[in-house]
């Protein structure tokens, strides 16, 4: 398929695609029905291959094709269908899955015989891609007027579900129980289909079995989780009422802590399960879609697939549903208990630093005033020194013949050393001050 597009009268203008283009329109495409003759017998497999899984299954589908000259599988295939000795062989690979259907040649015999078991010896020359999902086995029978297909001896009267096409050319069955061969069986019986048709319903009704048991994945994770989420929700009301009683920073620290580890351990657990149950979610309504597309409608006493799977399905998905919105509103509550209580952190902190700023404004008035203090004894201090030494020197200048009575000299001195002293000092603090 081209994702160029042609202009003009020649074919060497073109216009410059999208560099999805090509992958948009074959999207479409990628999955196309097969006709199917009537009758036919159909084994279904899906097999989950998440991970590395899935180039491993590529890789062995390819070398599988190559050793039998069959046509090989394209590298960015997610679809593909080889022919081999009469048997038709159909490889799907999905985001978490791939799936392996064979279309086997059956006669208009009793419905699903052979068993099979026997049937399904093809399956073997593939390596397994990964852990069995989906074992399924269709019978596509024709509709014998003289002596109908008899559905309430195939299958479970308690869990049996059969249910009409649209317009009536197809009625099919099933009670979606593994038989002893760990086939899930389905009948289909061709009222008046059309190849294409028949291949188009029994894909449909293919794809409704296999997304049901995807879609069930999520509950054994509902219930594994669901003992921790309880768990978290009783030990956050315990929390909730010590915060309650809590006014001390090492409680409330240690509140927090715990607060703080139940919300890690609650989003590791809804990590693991946050995807499985989205998909849950998408393969129930892949389900319904396939349902509605084919259009059923009631055909005896039994009830209809759609019907049977609300009493079934449906509440499954409403435990995921329910588990999944616990687990957010938890998330939730614990993130306001823990604001909460680091508020309660954040305003004892600050308390606690106000009262430390306020005893260093103390301690610091306490300096200021002790160094006025030691700064008045300084000067005192200094001065006297200063004074002593004038003393010594008039007394000096007096021995030497100078006229000059030092006591009184040196008592005129002291106002003079203890003004210049308390000057230099003064200049001294408020360069100091002044940053200088």
Request: aromatic residues 6%; proline residues 6%; neutral net charge.
């Amino acid at each position: 398929m081209s994702a160029e597009v042609s202009i003009g009268n020649g074919s060497e203008a073109r216009l410059r695609p999208h560099p999805l283009r090509a992958a948009v329109l074959g999207e479409l495409h990628a999955r196309p029905f097969t006709p199917l003759e009537t009758p036919r017998r159909v084994l279904h497999f899906a097999f989950d291959t998440s991970g590395e899984a899935a180039s491993a299954d590529r890789e062995a589908l390819a070398e599988f094709c190559a050793g039998r000259g069959l046509e090989p599988l394209l590298p960015a295939a997610k679809h593909h269908r080889v022919s081999l000795s009469g048997t038709a062989l159909r490889w799907e690979q999905h985001t978490e899955f791939t799936t392996y259907t064979w279309e086997l040649p059956a006669d208009a015999g009793p419905p699903f015989h052979p068993a099979a078991t026997g049937l399904a010896a093809p399956m073997a020359q593939v390596p397994q891609p990964g852990p069995l999902l989906v074992a399924l086995d269709l019978h596509l029978l024709p509709d014998n007027r003289d002596k109908p297909v008899a559905v309430d001896t195939l299958f479970d009267h308690a869990s049996l579900a059969v249910a009409e096409n649209a317009d009536g050319t197809a009625l099919f069955a099933t009670d979606f129980q593994a038989d002893p061969s760990g086939f899930v069986r389905i009948v289909v019986v061709d009222r008046g289909l059309e190849p294409e048709r028949a291949g188009a319903i029994v894909q449909r009704i293919i794809e409704t079995e296999t997304y049901r048991t995807l879609a069930l994945l999520g509950l054994p994770e509902a219930h594994r989780i669901q003992a921790s989420i309880g768990r978290i929700e009783t030990r956050l009301a315990e929390l909730t009422q010590e915060i309650c009683t809590a006014h001390q920073l090492p409680d409330n620290q240690r509140l927090l802590g715990e607060l703080t580890a139940l919300a890690a351990e609650l989003e590791a657990g809804a990590g693991t399960s946050h995807y499985r149950f989205g998909a849950s979610r998408a393969y129930n309504e892949i389900v319904r879609l396939r349902l509605e597309t084919i259009g059923e409608r009631k055909a005896g006493i039994y009830p209809t697939w759609s019907s049977f799977l609300a009493r079934r399905l449906a509440p499954a998905m409403r435990t995921c549903i329910t588990t999944e919105e616990r687990q957010a509103t938890l998330s939730a509550r614990l993130s306001r208990a823990a604001n909460l209580l680091r508020t309660r952190v954040d305003v004892e902190l600050e308390r606690q630093n106000r009262d430390l700023l306020k005893s260093m404004n103390e301690r610091t008035r306490l300096q200021l005033r002790l160094q006025t203090t030691v700064e008045g004894l300084s000067v005192a201090a200094v001065s006297y020194y200063v004074v002593g030494l004038f003393h010594y020197a008039i007394e000096g200048a007096h021995a030497k013949g100078l006229h000059i009575d030092t006591t009184f000299a040196t008592a005129l001195f002291v106002p003079v050393a203890i003004a210049m002293i308390w000057l230099v000092v003064r200049g001294i603090r408020k360069r100091h001050a002044g940053g200088e």
